[in-house]
């Protein structure tokens, strides 16, 4: 099974700040990469698929790109709405696997 | 309009069965990956199987392999998941999702409202 760390489990940031999120796999895959914004309560929804497309609708500060298998997703000016918890997700090979998460707080 | 719509909250007891439903609308549901992730309470998610409601073609995570079956109905666009004997630890909320159409990608674009299932005694 091909492994997900993400990092940080969580961060705390000020709106207009610039965030940062990692996922490492455990053993390369290409870029069959996919990233998910989870507010409390509410369903997963998907921001980028295939390591940096940008999903339709979402806003363009949100950003991933891949180098090896190290993956990472950009919010390049935090707003009030992106208080969040973000996943990876390696979309490449079953079983499909999950970062553990990093939850974007306010601070 | 795609749409999943997952049946209600479940409240059941240890060693009960369960059966869980996803009714999709608004596109070919035959032509579409239907998958099961499972959050605990206060954790992460976890991919647990997926089906393809066209041929009933199905891959489970070596993790619920055995402890789960995830089933279709084509015919009424619906897809399950089920227990045969429920275990507190299966309390969590589950979510079915649709695999993105494009390319090779096995991510999820559209979810279910998910469906809350509660095990105690």
């Known amino acids: 099974d091909i492994q997900m760390t993400q990092s940080p489990s969580s961060v705390s940031a000020s709106v207009g700040d610039r965030v940062t999120i990692t996922c490492r796999a455990s053993q390369g895959f290409g870029r069959w990469l996919a990233w998910y914004q989870q507010k409390p309560g509410k369903v997963p929804k998907l921001l980028i698929s295939?390591?940096?497309n940008l999903q339709s609708g979402v806003p363009s500060r949100f950003s991933g790109s891949a180098s090896g298998t190290d993956f990472t997703l950009t919010i390049s000016s935090l707003q009030p709405e992106d208080f969040a918890t973000y996943y990876c997700?390696?979309?490449?090979?079953?079983?499909?696997?999950f970062g553990g998460g990093t939850k974007v707080e306010i601070k | 309009e795609v749409q999943l719509v997952q049946s209600g909250g479940e409240v059941k007891k240890p060693g009960e069965s369960l059966k869980i439903s996803c009714k999709g609308s608004g596109y070919s549901f035959t032509t579409y990956w239907i998958g099961w992730v499972r959050q605990m309470p206060g954790k992460g998610l976890e991919w647990m199987g997926i089906?393809?409601?066209?041929?009933?073609?199905?891959k489970y995570s070596p993790s619920f392999q055995g402890q789960v079956t995830i089933s279709a109905d084509k015919s009424i666009s619906t897809a399950y998941l089920q227990w045969s004997s429920l275990k507190a630890s299966d309390t969590a909320m589950y979510y079915c999702?649709?695999?993105?159409?494009?390319?090779?990608?096995?991510?999820?674009?559209?979810w279910g409202q998910g469906t809350l299932v509660t095990v105690s005694s």
């Open positions: 997700q390696q979309a490449s090979s079953f079983p499909l696997t």
């Open positions: 999702a649709r695999r993105l159409s494009s390319g090779g990608s096995w991510s999820f674009d559209y």
């Open positions: 089906i393809y409601p066209g041929d009933s073609d199905t």
């Open positions: 295939a390591a940096s």
